[in-house]
């Protein structure tokens, strides 16, 4: 299969020959790995027993998919990336933002699935061969599942679709295998390791869960989605269509991992960790089915992660090739692995990361859903590609290539949400306002949509819709950026 050559450039008609099919093997088979399973331990790790977690999950997903996956549309509509067509709403540079949103979500995510998969996979092969848990085993095994995520990454979207498929299959029949391994020792009752509720009640604790565990899934997709529905044909599959794929793919790519993580951490008793106790908890039999859970799930998943990076790089350094870009957010992604694995615990970093950057996130996806619903899903895609073409000008040049309302009200969103987030080492002073619970998803998407309506409130046509009516689009006038 030859290696993709796209970058975040319109991808041609020709070329989208993907369906909603595939969006849904996608989303299923890149996210039945132990880095979205771990996810389903927190909860328990807060101190909620199983049906206080279960519902936490479920409902932090539900929640996420009915804001993230719309955005899906987007991209149907551009033939390029979330974050290149986020120019829309923020400028062909203003974009810029969204690049690094997403690319500090998939470094996260990605750095994330190698350090729990591989912590897994040296604990499993300790059992079964003696090997020690020592740093030479961590850094050989973290070094393995690096080098083959970035093959599958820089080969590009057709391998990583391939390798969704396969997994889909064999990952669902390890995670049903696992069920039967781990039933006998599975209780419903709250862990008493796990010190009582994190937050010191059950509802701020189980607030907590349902945006760590539930909410964090979908969030982490708001810049991702768009790498794979810009190869959908919208003149062969229609936006109800796509938009039902990304609703399965979500709901089923995340609440089926997390709910297998929520079982495994009653079964095994972890509390306080989740790799160590689930190993040990493993009958014998199950130990060579976990091992081929932690390293092919682990490269399905941070390939694709990966994969969004070397874009989201590519957006930021147009000169840079995907493939180059691919190579040094690799070499980012893998220092973050050991860095996780060495100066931290699983449950602080976990919780940290998810938090921050879904504060972060929320009101960049409110803002460009916005602008999605005002031009109707009419996008020039010419006028975005810009700023990769090292042009200027175009309808979606606004001043300087940034949307200044657009921008300013990201920033204050984001700004609200990191002073209302709660962190294991960090309370924000807005905590206070909330009662002590973290509500930051909640007001940094409420502070930026409501910002960026107010400000544009007086602007003329949306972009979408002059884009869709002027007979000679100001594109076409976009002349090259002085050197």
């Not at 859903?369 to 009419?378: D, M, T």
Request: with cysteine; hydrophobic share 50%; net charge neutral.
């Amino acid at each position: 299969m030859p290696m993709e050559q796209r970058g975040v450039d319109t991808i041609p008609e020709e070329e989208r020959t993907s369906g909603p099919r595939d969006l849904v093997s996608i989303l299923l088979g890149s996210n039945l790995c132990l880095g979205v399973i771990v996810f389903g331990w927190l909860p328990p790790s807060f101190g909620l027993d199983w049906w206080a977690s279960v519902t936490s999950i479920v409902v932090g997903t539900l929640v996420g998919t009915a804001l993230t996956a719309p955005l899906a549309l987007i991209s149907l509509r551009t033939a390029t990336n979330l974050s290149t067509s986020s120019g829309a709403q923020f400028g062909v540079r203003g974009r810029l933002v969204g690049s690094v949103v997403g690319l500090l979500l998939a470094l996260g995510y990605s750095a994330l699935t190698v350090w729990i998969g591989g912590d897994v996979m040296v604990s499993v092969l300790g059992r079964m061969f003696g090997i020690p848990a020592n740093d030479v085993s961590y850094g050989v095994v973290y070094a393995l599942l690096a080098a083959a995520t970035v093959a599958g990454a820089v080969y590009g979207y057709r391998v990583l679709l391939a390798m969704s498929r396969v997994l889909a299959i064999g990952m669902t029949a390890l995670l049903v295998l696992g069920v039967i391994a781990y039933a006998p020792h599975f209780t419903t009752a709250a862990l008493p390791e796990a010190g009582g509720y994190l937050l010191g009640g059950f509802w701020p604790t189980w607030l907590l869960a349902m945006v760590a565990a539930g909410l964090s899934g979908p969030i982490a997709f708001i810049t991702l989605l768009g790498d794979y529905t810009r190869y959908i044909s919208p003149a062969r599959h229609s936006s109800r269509r796509v938009l039902h794929a990304t609703w399965l793919g979500l709901i089923l790519g995340l609440l089926v991992p997390q709910l297998f993580g929520t079982f495994t951490a009653y079964a095994a008793r972890a509390a306080l960790d989740y790799a160590g106790p689930l190993v040990d908890a493993s009958p014998t039999w199950y130990l060579l089915p976990l091992l081929l859970a932690a390293s092919a799930g682990s490269v399905g998943n941070a390939g694709l992660m990966l994969y969004s990076m070397g874009l989201d790089l590519d957006a930021i350094l147009p000169r840079a090739s995907r493939a180059k870009a691919t190579y040094a957010v690799a070499v980012v992604a893998t220092i973050c692995v050991f860095v996780g694995h060495y100066a931290s615990t699983a449950q602080d970093a976990m919780t940290s990361f998810v938090l921050l950057l879904t504060a972060i996130g929320t009101p960049w996806a409110v803002i460009t859903l916005i602008g999605f619903a005002r031009c109707r899903g009419v996008y020039d895609p010419e006028a975005l590609q810009v700023f990769n073409r090292r042009a200027r000008g175009g309808i979606y040049w606004f001043r300087g290539g940034w949307n200044i309302q657009a921008t300013v009200s990201w920033t204050l969103g984001a700004t609200v949400g990191v002073l209302a987030v709660a962190l294991p080492s960090y309370e924000g002073p807005l905590l206070s306002l909330t009662g002590g619970v973290d509500c930051s998803f909640l007001l940094s998407g409420l502070v930026g949509g409501v910002l960026y309506t107010l400000l544009t409130i007086g602007d003329s046509a949306p972009a979408g819709e002059r884009a869709a009516t002027d007979t000679e689009s100001e594109a076409a006038l976009a002349v090259p950026a002085e050197k």
